[in-house]
């Protein structure tokens, strides 16, 4: 049985950081590429980074210079650090298994598309 669980979120004052982790079982973790999305309250899903199974990275415009997505397919565990985060950051992060060795952006519904398993999430509040 797949399974993605996140940990890592809580309450950090702007300018502050967090490290998310995502512990996966059930499957070969070092074969399939994996993201991190998260909604906000009253909004859709975001994609926030990806990484691939070769280690390929990307993220969304926001986040970029401020988060790091990493892997250790040794401990099967995702990571997004999270530096000097921001009000607009505020929202449950989710971890997703991607259907392939590759990631993909996406937005609303259309991550369920391409991400077939979901943590339960983690919430991250930004606030002083």
């Known amino acids: 049985e797949v399974q993605l669980v996140e940990s890592g979120g809580g309450l950090v004052q702007p300018g502050g950081s967090l490290r998310l982790s995502c512990a996966a079982s059930g499957f070969t973790f070092s074969s399939y590429g994996m993201s991190w999305v998260r909604q906000a309250p009253g909004k859709g899903l975001e994609w926030v980074s990806g990484?691939?199974?070769?280690?390929?990275?990307n993220y969304e415009d926001s986040a970029k210079g401020r988060f790091t997505i990493s892997r250790d397919n040794a401990k099967n565990t995702l990571y997004l650090q999270m530096n000097s985060l921001k009000p607009e950051d505020t929202a449950v992060y989710y971890c997703?298994?991607?259907?392939?060795?590759?990631?993909?952006?996406?937005?609303?519904?259309?991550?369920?598309?391409?991400?077939?398993?979901w943590g339960q999430g983690t919430q991250v509040t930004v606030s002083s």
């Open positions: 990484i691939s199974s070769r280690d390929t990275t």
């Open positions: 997703a298994k991607s259907k392939t060795i590759l990631f993909r952006g996406c937005s609303g519904s259309g991550c369920k598309v391409f991400y077939d398993y």
